[in-house]
Structures are given as C-alpha cells and as structure tokens.
T-cell receptor, first 116, second 114 residues
Framework: AQSVTQLDSHVSVSEGTPVLLRCNYS??????LFWYVQHPNKGLQLLLK??????LVKGINGFEAEFKKSETSFHLTKPSAHMSDAAEYFC??????????????FGQGTTLQVKP | NAGVTQTPKFRILKIGQSMTLQCTQD?????MYWYRQDPGMGLKLIYY???????DKGEVPNGYNVSRSTTEDFPLRLELAAPSQTSVYFC?????????????FGQGTRLTVV
C-alpha cells in the first residue's frame, strides 16, 4: 500500500532564504508523486509531478523536487522564498498499482510561513 | 475553461438535515473523487468513481453516498448531517489510468453542521 509522510508540519523561513519541505513515501510500485499547494481558503494547485523521466523535477513559481529512490524521498525546494509562497503544501502519491484507481494519498501537509 | 466546479461554496446545516454537494467537470475525465479536509490534516478520500455507473468507497465513506450517472457529474449526498461532518469538501477529477496524471480540484465547499 502506498503512503506518504511529510516530516514537518510547520516550516518558517525569512523572505529571500531557501525553502526545504521534506517528504518520504512508501510504495510497492514505481510511484507517481506530486506536490500540491493550497493558499488560504483556496483550492489545490499542482506545483509539480514526478514523471520518471528525470529525478529532478521543476515546477511552477521556482519550486523543484528531487526524487531519490534509495532514500524514498521527494523533497520540495526553492532557492529563495517569496512572501506569496506562504501556504499549505501537500506531498501526494498516486495509486497506480494493481487496482489502478488513480486515488491520491495525501500527506498531512506542511504549513510554510514566510517572514519579511 | 471551467475545469471542476463545485456548488455551493458555503453551507450551514442543522444536525439531521440532508444535502447534496454538486460537482461537475468539463474535461471529459473518467475518474472523479470526493475528499474531505479537516483542520491540520491532509485530505481523506470519501468516495471515488472510475467511470459513469461505477463508484467505490474510499477511506472515510460513512455518512455519505454518491452516484455517477454521467461522466460530467459526481454529486455527494449527506443524508443525516452530524457535527463530525463539518469539514471542507473537495471534488477532483483526472484521466486516472496513466501514471503521473494529476488530479484537478474544485474550489471546495465549506460545510458547517450545527
């Protein structure tokens, strides 16, 4: 069964400093992995997805994530935080095993706070 | 370019009342999902559907029902509202079968049961 663990429930950074949001996954199959962002009182927006074509995945708004199979990790990074990055971030794994339902399994979320 | 549309955006229900949360998508996606989001938690899957006429339970189906008579629509029914169903509800759709196909989400329905 697939699962995902976000290692930090809350991350606080200063504007202009790097961002690191950590995610570990468990999957019996080659995983489909995603990062979604949710701004306050908004729906969820896809930041990036792992396509297996490259281990370093670039997303929108300067975010990127690196897939490391040996560490079962898919950490999200950004070189320089912006105030508008303050939001909730979800690491997600998709069910593409034998049942292939496409169900998304969400981590608990990480709240990113950006201080001026 | 509507994507996934949910109605209503907000609703207050009294205990024991019933309601239907509407969800429709215009992307011709076969796969559709209902999630609920509670404070400080990730999203939990309530029900999902892999095509018209096919539905299945997710992680937290108790107290809910769904139907999928068309590809476009996937309504969620609450029969006897309880305070534990106070949550934000998200509908999503995707192509589903291929790996790495992401889900598209509606804007959410904020439901309060009092």
């Amino acid at each position: 069964a697939q699962s995902v663990t976000q290692l930090d429930s809350h991350v606080s950074v200063s504007e202009g400093t790097p961002v690191l949001l950590r995610c570990n996954y468990s999957s019996s199959y080659s995983p489909s992995l995603f990062w979604y962002v949710q701004h306050p009182n908004k729906g969820l927006q896809l930041l990036l997805k792992y396509t297996s074509a490259a281990t370093l995945v670039k997303g929108i708004n300067g975010f990127e994530a690196e897939f490391k199979k040996s560490e079962t990790s898919f950490h999200l990074t950004k070189p320089s935080a912006h105030m508008s990055d303050a939001a909730e971030y979800f690491c997600v794994v998709s069910d593409h095993g034998s049942s292939n339902t496409g169900k998304l399994i969400f981590g608990q979320g990480t709240t990113l706070q950006v201080k001026p | 370019n509507a994507g996934v549309t949910q109605t209503p955006k907000f609703r207050i229900l009294k205990i024991g009342q019933s309601m239907t949360l509407q969800c429709t998508q215009d992307m011709n996606h076969n796969y559709m999902y209902w999630y609920r989001q509670d404070p400080g938690m990730g999203l939990k899957l309530i029900y999902y559907s892999v095509g018209a006429g096919i539905t299945d339970k997710g992680e937290v189906p108790n107290g809910y029902n769904v139907s999928r008579s068309t590809t476009e629509d996937f309504p969620l029914r609450l029969e006897l509202a309880a305070p534990s169903q106070t949550s934000v509800y998200f509908c999503a759709s995707s192509y589903g079968q291929a790996m790495n196909t992401e889900a598209f989400f509606g804007q959410g329905t904020r439901l309060t049961v009092v």
